[in-house]
């Protein structure tokens, strides 16, 4: 397991794939947001929340990193506000306060293969391809080997699902770890009879979530609790109605610019999504904390027994308790 604490050169010459709202330089009063990718059809009801939060006075710009560990790097030195990712190891072992304020989707994870594999324990010794070191479809299989006493060959890391799908499809991989739109898409498509989903463990943990330096977040409480409650109400209205989040994505932002066959499929990746439970709509929690805890903890990226561990000391809830009433 990497640790993504080392000295990472280059996230201190990253440059930001996308900078968003033509925002030139960084300014002392607005949120800046570290994303871990680029804009994508995942990223839509954020986006909607985004709008809302600017509606009621939030001011923020965003950038896209290439993946999860320089996005932490980034709000571990300062140069963000607020990140995406699942930064367990570094709240533990930095002196840094991260905290999460919100889930933003679970481990809702697939395995994926060519025919030659039909279950888990056919990937002893096999490499697979996974989106990034330290990230959750690296923690998805260290859990898999703990559990089935297996060991995957070697490991290497492709961002973004949809490049992974497109690795199996060039025959450039035969076993990888997507998300739930993309794994529905493959084995819908003509491709789908020339792949295996095999057969995965429930897992409730979070994929994404919100976090940032507790130092920085009671500092900027009214504008942290701007965005919170802006996401607690799209993820709600979500689940009364996914298609809440086509019809409220910008046409002129980041998300109304992808592909027309992209946001033709947004009423479906949604609608697929609620009903696998990929979204809280209550933000996560202690619920989330608590099998983040657990899950975390089977991956190796925290340490000691998770029933000892304080789940404040990685989470700080005062935001979505104060959404939640």
Do not use: C
């Amino acid at each position: 397991m990497l640790n993504i604490l080392r000295t990472l050169t280059a996230a201190a010459v990253a440059i930001p794939l996308v900078l968003g709202f033509g925002v030139e330089k960084a300014e002392a009063d607005k949120i800046r947001i570290a994303l871990a990718e680029t804009p994508s059809d995942e990223l839509a009801a954020f986006f909607v929340a985004l709008d809302r939060a600017k509606a009621n006075g939030l001011d923020y710009e965003w950038t896209a990193f290439s993946d999860e560990e320089l996005a932490i790097q980034a709000v571990l030195s300062g140069q963000m506000d607020i990140g995406f990712g699942t930064p367990y190891a570094a709240m533990q072992r930095s002196k840094a306060p991260l905290r999460i304020v919100f889930q933003l989707s679970k481990l809702k994870f697939f395995p994926v293969t060519t025919k030659k594999y039909n279950k888990l324990e056919d990937l002893n010794g096999e490499p697979i391809l996974l989106h990034s070191r330290g990230g959750g479809t690296d923690s998805i299989a260290n859990v898999i080997e703990d559990r089935l006493n297996i060991k995957f060959g070697e490991r290497s890391y492709v961002p973004g699902s949809s490049n992974r799908v497109a690795a199996l499809l060039g025959g450039r991989a035969d076993a990888t770890i997507i998300d739930l739109s993309n794994k529905n898409k493959l084995m819908r498509s003509d491709a789908g009879a020339d792949f295996n989903v095999l057969e995965m463990f429930d897992v409730e943990a979070s994929d994404e979530a919100l976090f940032g330096n507790l130092d920085w977040i009671q500092e900027n409480a009214e504008d942290v609790q701007i965005f919170v409650d802006a996401l607690v109400s799209v993820y709600r209205d979500m689940h009364d109605d996914p298609t809440i989040i086509r019809r409220e994505t910008n046409p002129d932002g980041p998300i109304g610019q992808l592909p027309k066959e992209i946001l033709a499929e947004l009423d479906g990746f949604y609608s697929d999504a609620v009903e696998a439970g990929l979204y809280d709509p209550n933000g996560g929690g202690r619920k989330a904390a608590t099998a983040d805890m657990e899950w975390y903890s089977a991956a190796g990226q925290l340490d000691g027994d998770p029933s000892d561990l304080n789940i404040e000391d990685f989470w700080y809830l005062a935001p979505l308790d104060a959404a939640m009433n």
